[in-house]
């Protein structure tokens, strides 16, 4: 029991810090991550239809 315990609390703090480290820097907005040459937007939520 034991090490089933000890498995569970070393998968939380892994998954913790795993988050932690990729939400820091490696997250993009997709307007951001998306763009090419041939389409750029420059302002998202502005290009929408009825806006």
């Not at 703090?13 to 090419?36: E, I, K, M, R």
Request: aromatic share 12%; no cysteine; charged share 10%.
């Amino acid at each position: 029991m034991k090490a089933f315990l000890a498995a569970v609390v070393f998968a939380v703090v892994v998954a913790f810090g795993a988050a932690t480290f990729l939400d820091s820097g490696f997250q993009q907005p997709s307007h951001a991550a998306f763009t090419t040459e041939g389409a750029r937007v420059d302002m998202p939520g502005t290009n929408l239809i009825g806006n």
